[in-house]
């Protein structure tokens, strides 16, 4: 009974925490470029009694043995980047990438962070930057722009007030061999680790990026039914993890009463 209330706590510990991450898809289920992450679970060591294979007696074998499990842990948290819906927003700096990528963002201490955020602006320089400032980088300026186009591939073109078309540059995308092993700083940021791999920077739609399209704005990928019903799932774990140190604790009451 002992174990049982240890084995059952373990339970109750992943659960929770398997709630708390239920609770972040929901909170950022209408944030731009968000991500839904995924809890992996792992049982814990075993108790083994007897080994399957061993012998019980001259020439006989034990055929399965026992083994009882200490619990459960969580293994890891991982990023699903599956496409998220796109919403249509008409501005003409809201971008999203369709498929793989990420836009680069420099960050004030220099180093890059990456996001499938594109709801752009333009700041008093005429410098491309994100909501919180933070300049896009290949750096893009534009002034004096009448009309502002951006092509699948990255390409931004402007027409001025004389009518004239001109290219001011192109926006590049990063792609990684793992991008569930990037670093998430919050701000819908992420950063490069050893566990990503190194950026693969390319154009829109080369070396397995996707396209960029203007005017519109990547939603979460959230799916409400289903982060509910991982929410009643929780619960429902918890609940029966919970009888379980209920019932060890009653059996261990009766073997009290019986010394």
Do not use: C
Request: charged share 15%.
């Amino acid at each position: 009974m002992i174990r049982a209330l240890y084995t059952a706590a373990t339970g109750m510990k992943a659960q929770q925490l398997f709630l708390d991450n239920v609770s972040n898809n929901l909170a950022n289920i209408n944030t731009t470029g968000f991500k839904r992450s995924q809890v992996n679970f792992q049982d814990l060591l075993y108790d083994k009694k007897y080994i399957a294979g061993s012998e019980s007696a001259q020439g006989f074998e034990i055929p399965s043995g026992i083994q009882l499990g200490g619990g459960v842990r969580p293994i890891s948290t991982t990023k699903v980047f599956s496409q998220g819906n796109q919403q249509t927003t008409n501005r003409s700096l809201d971008l999203a990438i369709e498929g793989n990528g990420f836009f680069q963002i420099n960050r004030p201490d220099g180093t890059i962070a990456y996001t499938r955020d594109g709801a752009f602006e333009l700041n008093s320089k005429g410098e491309v930057v994100t909501a919180e400032g933070l300049p896009l980088t290949p750096s893009i300026t534009i002034q004096n722009a009448k009309e502002i186009s951006i092509g699948t591939d990255g390409t931004v073109s402007i027409k001025g007030s004389d009518g004239a078309i001109q290219n001011v540059g192109q926006i590049m995308l990063a792609n990684f061999p793992n991008p569930a092993g990037l670093d998430s700083l919050g701000r819908n940021m992420y950063a490069e680790t050893i566990a990503s791999g190194s950026p693969i920077v390319s154009a829109a739609g080369g070396q397995g990026t996707g396209e960029i399209f203007q005017g519109t704005l990547e939603n979460s990928n959230v799916e409400t039914v289903t982060e509910l019903v991982n929410l009643i799932t929780a619960q429902r774990a918890y609940e029966i993890n919970s009888r379980a140190i209920k019932a060890s604790d009653e059996m261990l009451s009766t073997i009290n009463n019986l010394t």
